[in-house]
C-alpha cells in the first residue's frame, strides 16, 4: 500500500472556500488502477494559516506514479492556478509505503 499526501497551508478566512473547491471537483480518480480512496483532513489552524492534507491511498507506490502521468491526472490538476488566492504557497508531497 501507498499513502500520497499533499500538506495545504490555506489562507485564514477561506477553508470554507477551499473545502469547497475540493469537494466539488472532480478528482478523475474514479476508475484508476490501484486507487483505494481519497479523504481531505484538517489540522491546526493559527493566525497565519489553517492546515489541510488530502489523503490518496493507493494499492501500490506503481499506481500512484503510473496515475501521475496519465490523462486522468491531467485533467484532474488543469484548474489547479484558479485559486492561488486559497494557499499560501504551493502543496507539499509526502509519500508513505506501508511498512507493516
Known amino acids: 500500500m501507498f499513502i500520497a499526501m499533499n500538506r495545504f497551508k490555506i489562507v485564514p478566512g477561506k477553508e470554507d472556500a477551499f473545502e ?7 478528482s478523475h480518480l474514479k476508475g484508476v488502477p490501484g486507487f483505494i ?3 481531505l483532513i484538517k489540522g491546526e489552524e493559527s ?3 489553517s492546515l489541510y492534507a488530502s489523503h490518496s491511498k493507493w494499492e501500490s507506490k506503481d499506481a500512484f506514479i503510473a496515475w501521475t502521468k496519465s490523462e486522468a491526472f491531467r485533467l484532474a490538476h488543469k484548474n489547479a492556478g484558479q485559486n492561488q488566492d486559497l494557499y499560501l504557497g504551493p502543496p507539499n508531497f509526502e509519500g ?3 511498512v507493516i
Do not use: G, I, Q, S
Request: hydrophobic share 30%; aromatic share 18%.
Open 20 to 26: 469547497k473547491v475540493l469537494k466539488n471537483r472532480d
Open 37 to 39: 480512496e481519497f479523504n
Open 47 to 49: 493566525k497565519e494559516f
Open 96 to 98: 508513505f509505503e506501508k
